[in-house]
């Protein structure tokens, strides 16, 4: 069965979400700091990309974890 599109209305900042895998990039936690229409801004906490910036499109995220 296929997982429901991410909804939005219930993030904010300060929330750490899963980022589902992508091309090579394994799935990991993201420290979300601003929300945005279509994207989140913040820091990846987990994964290759750990400490780095990062801008995710929303139907990355997988599920918040706060």
């Given at each position: 069965?296929?997982?429901?599109?991410?909804?939005?209305d219930?993030?904010?900042?300060?929330?750490?979400?899963?980022?589902?895998?992508?091309?090579?990039?394994?799935?990991?936690?993201?420290q979300?700091?601003?929300?945005?229409?279509?994207?989140?801004?913040?820091?990846?906490?987990t994964?290759?990309?750990?400490?780095?910036?990062?801008?995710?499109?929303?139907?990355?995220?997988?599920?918040?974890?706060?």
């Amino acid at each position: 069965m296929a997982q429901a599109p991410f909804n939005q209305d219930n993030l904010a900042p300060g929330d750490r979400v899963i980022i589902r895998a992508f091309d090579d990039i394994p799935e990991h936690i993201f420290q979300v700091d601003e929300v945005h229409e279509d994207c989140v801004c913040g820091q990846a906490l987990t994964g290759p990309f750990a400490g780095a910036y990062g801008e995710p499109d929303l139907d990355l995220i997988l599920r918040v974890i706060d």
